[in-house]
């Protein structure tokens, strides 16, 4: 079992940066691919990016394709998502979730998730 806590979000500008953090409990955390997503009110989850166990492979949402990076240190138990060019739209809380199974762009694909961290951008 693992057990997720994000942090970093807040409150930027259009055009600003921020940096997401989830950190990981357990130390199998190398053995699992890692998943971000974002839930804005009244919508449901979305995908944002995930990132497979070794941190060889990552794919994104083609609405933030180019603007967010995610990336992993396995020896600190943690997964970032950088998160450049920011937009009023991508105003949500994001969540960092878990899997054995390989990364997946679907909430179903997860077994564990993080509380979530709240990004808001204003225009």
């Known amino acids: 079992q693992v057990q997720l806590v994000e942090s970093g979000g807040g409150l930027v500008q259009a055009g600003g940066s921020l940096r997401l953090s989830c950190a990981a409990s357990g130390r199998t955390f190398s053995s699992y691919a890692m998943g971000w997503f974002r839930q804005a009110p009244g919508k449901e989850r979305e995908f944002v990016g995930a990132?497979?166990?070794?941190?060889?492979?990552?794919y994104y949402a083609d609405s933030v394709k180019g603007r967010f990076t995610i990336s992993r240190d396995n020896a600190k138990n943690t997964v970032y998502l950088q998160m450049n060019g920011l937009k009023p739209e991508d105003t949500a809380v994001y969540y960092c979730?878990?899997?054995?199974?390989?990364?997946?762009?679907?909430?179903?694909?997860?077994?564990?998730w993080g509380q979530g961290t709240q990004v808001t951008v204003s225009s």
């Open positions: 990132i497979n166990w070794l941190g060889t492979y990552t």
């Open positions: 979730a878990a899997d054995l199974s390989g990364p997946r762009s679907v909430v179903a694909g997860y077994r564990y």
